[in-house]
C-alpha cells in the first residue's frame, strides 16, 4: 500500500472541499472496497477523508411517505430496519444476499453503490484494464468473462456492477442526494447515477469532482410480492452470476432489475409491459442489443428462468 495522508471532515460541504482540494483524493468510510484496492495499489489515493463523523447514520421518514436513508447508514441496520422489512422487502433482502455478515456490518449506503467492478482483470495489475489504466486495452475481451456483462457493454470495457443494493434500489426508484464544496445539493434519478462505459470506463458515475453523497430516498412503498432472486456459484458470500430484484403482482404485471449482466443495473421499462406474457418475452426485450462471449451467454438463459420462477411464485 502506497503512503497517503487522512483528514476527518466536520462537515459534508468541508468533506467535497478537502476531496476537490487535494488532487487524488478520496473519501472513506466504510472502506470494505476501497482498502482492498488500495492494498492492490488498483486505487492509490494521495488522501482520504473520513466522512465517518458526519450525521448522515439515520433513516428518517419523508413528507411523501417514503424514506431518507443517510449515506452511513450500515448494510445491516438498513436490512434490519422494521420500516424497511415492511414496506421495501426488496432492499432488506438484496443486502441480506450480499457479502458476508462482519462486512454488511461495516458497509456503507453510499458506498455501496459506489463500489468498483469485480472482473478478475481490473483486479490483476499486470493486465490492461481501460476501467483502472485508460487507453491501455481491455483484456476481458477475448479473456476469461463468465462472470461478466452480455448487455450495456463496448468495446472498451465489458465489467459488471457487482452491487445487490443498487439493483433493489433501480427497483424502487431510489434517489441520490449529494452536495458539493460550496453546500450546494442536487438529486440524481438512481436510474442516471451508474454510467455505461463507452469510451470512459473509468468514469462509472455522474458524480461531479468532489461530490459527496449524503443519502438515498425511496419514494412510498410499492405494493406486491417483493423478491430479490440471486443466482452464484456458493450459497454465501459469492458476487450473482444474475440477480433479479421485483416487485410483482399476481396477474404477472410489475417492476423487475437484473444484476450481474450489465455495467449497471439493468432495467426496462419495455420489457415489465411484456411480464404479462412470460418470462420469455420479458428476457427477449430485456436483453433486445445484447452481445453475450462464449463465456456468458448461459446468462440470458439462467436470467429467464430464474424470472420465470419470480412470476411462478407471485402467481401462486
Known amino acids: 500500500m502506497k503512503s497517503f495522508t487522512y483528514e476527518r471532515a466536520s462537515s459534508p460541504a468541508e468533506a467535497a472541499a478537502s476531496v476537490l482540494r487535494v488532487p487524488g483524493a478520496k473519501f472513506i468510510a466504510g472502506g470494505t472496497n476501497l482498502l482492498d484496492l488500495m492494498k492492490l495499489q488498483v486505487e492509490t489515493p494521495t488522501h482520504l477523508v473520513d466522512v465517518n463523523g458526519l450525521d448522515l447514520d439515520t433513516i ?21 430496519d422494521l420500516r424497511v422489512r415492511r414496506g421495501y422487502g426488496v432492499l432488506s433482502r438484496a443486502l441480506l444476499s450480499g457479502a458476508s455478515g ?21 483486479y490483476d ?7 483502472r489504466q485508460p487507453g491501455s486495452g481491455c483484456s476481458a475481451i477475448g479473456g476469461i468473462s463468465r ?48 454510467r455505461l462505459p463507452g469510451d470512459t470506463p473509468e468514469i462509472e458515475t455522474n458524480l461531479r469532482p468532489g461530490e459527496l453523497i449524503t443519502a438515498v430516498t425511496l419514494p412510498k412503498p410499492v405494493s406486491g410480492m417483493h423478491v430479490y432472486r440471486k443466482v452464484r456459484d456458493r450459497a454465501s458470500y459469492a458476487f450473482a452470476l444474475i440477480s433479479i430484484a421485483g416487485i410483482v403482482q399476481r396477474d404477472g404485471t ?15 421499462e ?14 427477449e426485450r430485456l436483453f433486445a442489443g445484447a452481445k453475450p462471449t462464449h463465456d456468458n451467454a448461459y446468462k440470458l438463459k439462467l436470467t429467464e428462468r430464474a424470472l420465470g420462477a419470480v412470476l411462478s411464485e407471485a402467481r401462486a
Open 102 to 122: 462482519q462486512l454488511r456490518n461495516k458497509a456503507t449506503t453510499a458506498g455501496n453503490l459506489l463500489q468498483r467492478t469485480r472482473c478478475p482483470y481490473f
Open 147 to 194: 462472470q461478466l456483462a452480455v448487455v450495456g457493454a463496448s468495446e472498451a470495457c465489458i465489467a459488471t456492477h457487482p452491487g445487490d443494493m443498487a439493483v433493489a434500489m433501480r427497483v424502487l426508484d431510489a434517489n441520490v442526494e449529494t452536495v458539493n464544496d460550496k453546500g450546494d445539493t442536487r438529486t440524481i434519478p438512481i436510474a442516471e447515477f451508474h
Open 270 to 283: 419495455a420489457a415489465e409491459a411484456e411480464l404479462p406474457k412470460g418470462a420469455k418475452a420479458a428476457t
Open 125 to 131: 495489475t499486470a493486465q490492461p484494464c481501460n476501467k
Open 254 to 268: 410489475g417492476r423487475i432489475a437484473v444484476g450481474g449482466v450489465a455495467p449497471k443495473p439493468w432495467r426496462d
Open 60 to 80: 428518517e421518514p419523508t413528507e411523501e411517505g417514503g424514506l431518507r436513508i443517510g449515506a452511513l447508514v450500515r448494510n445491516t441496520d438498513l436490512a434490519a
